[in-house]
């Protein structure tokens, strides 16, 4: 199971086209509304999640949670305390913690970039805390994940299928959206 947390003011590219690459994949993933059950991203779209924060379980069946940036959404995530949650769940039990833009300072706040190869929106870099700075679109270090913007928001995406089922995978749903 992948949850992709929105909240108020997400950048709608770096939640939906990750979340579109990875069902093509064959991942199971709900896009989980922690503002409600209709979130509007920072360009002013409602999106109808999946499902709300109150529904999520955090159990063996979560392999991954995805937080997308945008602003205030990051922020957002950030102050709640399910999405919280589900990150020290994932980072105590070995799963998955992937973040774009700006939600990787969530991470880094947490101090779970410490020594680790990261990447993140210009202007964020300095809240991973610790991290090593690669300018990459979309960085993989251990269960850590991060992508650089909504540019970067289909190699974010493919990272996210690599670590989940691997590089041949990713290849074949690459070539089937005409990425390679």
């Known amino acids: 199971m992948v949850y992709v947390f929105l909240a108020d003011g ?11 690459i990875l069902r093509r994949a064959g991942a199971e993933v709900l896009t989980v509304g922690v503002t409600g059950r209709t979130v509007t991203s920072s360009h002013r779209i409602p999106v109808t999640a999946d499902i709300t924060k109150d529904e999520i379980k ?14 205030p959404g990051a922020n957002n995530l950030e102050a ?3 999405v919280q949650s589900a990150i020290d769940f994932c980072a105590a039990n070995d799963r998955y913690v992937a973040a774009i833009c700006a939600a990787p300072k969530i991470l880094g706040h947490k101090g779970l970039l410490r020594g ?4 993140c929106f210009p202007g964020f870099e300095a809240d991973l805390e610790g991290a090593e700075l690669t300018g990459e679109l979309a960085v993989t270090d251990g269960r850590f994940i ?24 990713a290849a074949k749903v690459a070539a089937n959206m005409q990425c390679r």
Do not use: H, I, S, Y
């Open 80 to 82: 709640d305390e399910t």
């Open 58 to 71: 955090l159990d063996d069946e979560l392999e991954l949670v995805m937080l997308p940036g945008g602003m």
């Open 116 to 119: 680790r190869k990261a990447t």
């Open 10 to 20: 997400f950048e709608e590219t770096e939640a939906l086209a990750p979340v579109d």
């Open 146 to 169: 991060t992508g650089k913007g909504a540019g970067a928001a289909l190699a974010f995406g493919f990272a996210l299928v690599t670590a989940l089922f691997g590089e041949d995978k």
